[in-house]
């Protein structure tokens, strides 16, 4: 089956630092990446859609230029946090669909703390 | 609007009982899809079900089975002879459009607790 690999798990990182969140799709072209934030008993928001080879497309409230995302590849997709502050403290999660598909392949999450 | 609405925000069973997760949608598409998933406490969401709007017949997985009633725009999932590792957070999600993507919108999720 679609599998998305998604790295770190977990990472720490001191504040004012940049963190990159990777997502690989091992078996499949995601052309498609859209990129969720989960902050604790809360559910999934998405943050930002990106397309293999353009620009992405960020939700209303989520900062483009602190939240870098790149689809360079139909297999890579990254999201970097950079300057992180505590509050930027959340679980990140992937979650890529296929062409013409109507399922969606989510990775396992990356729970950054903030510190 | 397109959204998903579950009013339940904690259950609490006892193990064996029967549990049912409430899940209402709003949606402006004549056919579209609807999610299941399950978030243990790892994080990860497990996908259990997709279903599409053209089938109203229930859904019967084991232990799991879902209610799918168009008329009043519900899609409600039960789990039977619950067990303590039924303990997750559930979603009900369903694909709205924006632009040329189709993106997953969230219920709010049902923390689901079975007790021994």
């Known amino acids: 089956g679609a599998v998305v690999s998604q790295h770190p798990s977990r990472v720490i990182c001191k504040s004012g630092t940049s963190v990159k969140i990777e997502c690989r799709s091992l078996?499949?072209?995601?052309?498609?990446m859209f990129w969720y934030r989960q902050f604790p008993k809360q559910s999934l928001m998405l943050m930002a859609t990106?397309?293999?080879?353009?620009?992405?497309?960020?939700e209303q409230g989520v900062e483009k230029d602190k939240f870098l995302i790149n689809h360079a590849s139909l297999t890579l997709s990254t999201l970097t946090v950079t300057s992180a502050h505590p509050e930027d403290s959340s679980f990140y999660i992937c979650?890529?669909?296929?062409?013409?598909?109507?399922?969606?392949?989510f990775g396992s999450g990356t729970r950054l703390t903030v510190v | 609007a397109q959204k998903v609405t579950q009013a339940q925000t904690e259950i609490s069973v006892v193990e064996k009982e029967d549990v049912t997760l409430d899940c209402v949608y709003e949606?402006?598409?004549?056919?579209?899809?609807l999610f299941w998933y399950k978030q243990p406490p790892s994080g990860e969401l497990v996908f259990l079900i997709r279903?599409?709007?053209?089938?109203?017949q229930n859904e019967i997985s084991g232990r799991y089975s879902w209610n799918f009633q168009k008329s009043t725009s519900s899609f409600n999932f039960t789990i039977t002879a619950s067990q303590v590792v039924d303990s997750a957070v559930y979603f009900c999600?369903?694909?709205?459009?924006?632009?040329?993507?189709?993106?997953?919108?969230f219920g709010s999720g049902t923390q689901l607790t079975v007790l021994p």
């Open positions: 979650s890529a669909s296929r062409p013409g598909g109507v399922g969606y392949t």
């Open positions: 078996d499949f072209q995601a052309t498609t």
């Open positions: 990106s397309n293999e080879g353009s620009k992405a497309t960020y």
């Open positions: 949606t402006r598409d004549t056919t579209y899809y």
């Open positions: 279903r599409n709007s053209f089938d109203e």
């Open positions: 999600a369903l694909p709205i459009s924006s632009g040329s993507a189709r993106q997953l919108t």
